[in-house]
């Protein structure tokens, strides 16, 4: 398939984001963030009964960690009131870089971008595969 911003314009679009399947979490908070060789884990608690859920991506190719204060464009497309993990689209970290001329990848990598509602930590990642979640136990 053509690279992630062959369609992108030189404009910014509207935040399009597809809720994934997830165990439910009404109150998350962002834990941790791990990444190693093997990939990349974040951890997310649920405020509301304390469960805590492992996020677990293998081909990562980036990750931005912002306050969510500093996020308003993913909001309320992205609110914890209708879930907490989404597949981006259009409109998200991924398109602003492929507006940056820096952005060499732009035509060659065919990753997606995952958005991480953890409450007022967000993660933005470009992995080339979905996540995998499971519970911590």
Known sequence: RAGPC?????????????????????DPWFLECRQDRAGLTILVRDLANQRTWRVEFVEVEGLRQLDAADLLEFWPACAASEGWLYRVEQGGW????????????????????????GGARCLSVLS????????LI
């Open 94 to 117: 991924l398109d602003q870089e492929c507006r940056r001329e820096g952005f060499v990848a732009r035509e060659t990598k065919a990753v997606d971008e995952y958005f991480v509602n």
């Open 128 to 135: 080339w595969s979905p996540p995998k979640v499971s519970p």
């Open 6 to 26: 062959a369609s992108v314009a030189e404009r910014a679009e509207p935040l399009l984001a597809v809720l994934l399947q997830a165990p439910p979490c009404a």
